[in-house]
């Protein structure tokens, strides 16, 4: 087989006209598409929110910032200054609308932790550009064929364009200054690489150019792009290579822990780099001399990274200082938890009191006001009082509160009058149980 056949894509191509038609009506911005981008922002917002990859990637499948972002790429690559224009244009609104959205949000949200999501977005790198370069060709590809199937969602999720800028409207909400840079330039990387790698696409398949193009124009939007994509490149290739030089510094600090501080009964429990040149072990167990420190401290020049490095150890005294501290401030956080515990009681006591302080001069009153009346509805009547007792039965754990009424009298009461006493006690007292005691002379 041909291997140059083998990897032809031209039997699989739409037509050019085709494929020109769909990109440029997929920059359209307004009615239901505005609608759809504000509500795929507040989505990833959500997503970020509450530090959720699933609702992140929902609300990249719903967004049409792809669409403007292809069509600049193509009417670079195919001469057509207004399409340019009219995508350039629609890009930058959709980008306002989307910033401006998520800082709504993140407003007036009452949730404002920096999750994992949230801090991805803020630190862009070289893979960032390179991930969205092949994104951008994959999705140019997928628009140019007959069957498109589902590499575009893909390419959307790959590029992550959403998320940059609820990160975006976050900074502005909570005002970093880091969060919002850090986040904007990720959007401009994913934006000029996808656009870069549709403008190669479109050279490489042989799209028809426009041929009424003005030569000076072409040129000067040619060096734009150069130019863009350069000043796009340099900040990230400098992030990618100190992002590179952590990770090696780390690989070797492991190694060298394995390899030069592995002392027989001693184990490393942390280590740090502090102080940008100075490497801190912690140590547990029997004490290393200072010999063999000074031994590992001069090893450290068999490291390429770590030679300019110095050595700290932490052990014996030290660690049991530090390790004293810690628990002096366990201490003071217990006791702090076992005040605000003891206050809580004491809080809940005083209520407790000023309740029946004033149940009691509630009944007081209630006491004063039928001994105006009594006289009235019973004259037999000399004395009375209310009081609320807790009735425990014998027969059971139960108990139950009630207000008990002691009435003293100078001849018998009847029947017929004990009950119609008993419900006016209980009508004055609003008392769920009343227990009447009367007390004849």
Request: aromatic share 8%.
């Amino acid at each position: 087989m041909n291997i140059k056949e083998f990897f032809s894509i031209k039997s699989d191509l739409s037509s050019r006209q085709e494929t020109i038609e769909n990109i440029t009506n997929g920059t359209s911005f307004r009615g239901a598409t505005i609608w759809i981008l504000i509500c795929a922002i507040f989505i990833a917002s959500l997503g970020l929110n509450v530090n959720s990859t699933a609702v992140i990637i929902g609300a990249m499948l719903v967004s049409p910032l792809m669409g403007p972002i292809i069509a600049m790429g193509m009417a670079v690559g195919i001469n057509d200054l207004e399409l340019l224009k009219r995508a350039a244009k629609n890009y930058l609104m959709m980008t306002v609308v989307a910033i401006m959205t998520a800082t709504l949000y993140f407003f007036i949200t009452p949730f404002h932790e920096n999750g994992s999501e949230l801090l991805a977005r803020t630190s862009p790198t070289l893979y960032d550009v390179l991930i969205a370069f092949f994104g951008g060709a994959a999705g140019i590809i997928a628009l140019s064929i007959k069957d498109k199937g589902n590499v575009i969602p893909g390419v959307a999720i790959a590029t992550a364009l959403m998320p940059p800028l609820c990160t975006a409207g976050f900074g502005i909400a909570s005002g970093s200054l880091h969060f919002f840079a850090g986040a904007l330039y990720l959007y401009f990387i994913n934006t000029v690489f996808i656009a870069l790698s549709t403008f190669a696409g479109v050279r490489m398949m042989k799209f028809k150019p426009r041929e009424i193009f003005d030569e000076k124009r072409r040129r000067i939007v040619n060096r734009t792009l150069i130019l863009i994509v350069v000043l796009a490149m340099v900040p990230a290739f400098f992030m990618t290579i100190n992002i590179i030089h952590r990770s090696i510094v780390h690989r070797q600090v492991r190694q060298f822990i394995h390899e030069e501080a592995n002392w027989e009964g001693t184990r490393v429990v942390a280590d740090d780099v502090v102080n940008g040149n100075t490497l801190r072990l912690v140590l547990v167990g029997r004490n290393v001399n200072e010999e063999a420190v000074e031994l590992a401290r001069h090893s450290l020049t068999h490291y390429s990274k770590l030679k300019e490095y110095d050595l700290e150890v932490v052990q014996g005294a030290d660690f049991d200082s530090i390790m004293s501290l810690g628990n002096r401030l366990e201490m003071m956080r217990a006791n702090e938890a076992n005040n605000a515990h003891a206050l809580d009681n004491e809080l809940k006591r005083n209520a407790f009191l000023t309740e029946r302080l004033n149940e009691y001069e509630r009944y007081e009153d209630i006491s004063n006001e039928m001994r105006k009346e009594v006289n009235i509805f019973f004259p037999q009547i000399i004395g009375l009082s209310l009081s609320s007792t807790l009735q425990v039965f014998t027969d059971s754990q139960a108990s139950q509160r009630c207000v008990t009424a002691i009435v003293d009298c100078q001849e018998p009461l009847s029947k017929d009058a004990r009950e119609r006493l008993h419900l006016w006690f209980k009508e004055k007292t609003v008392a769920d149980s009343l227990r009447l005691i009367v007390l004849e002379k």
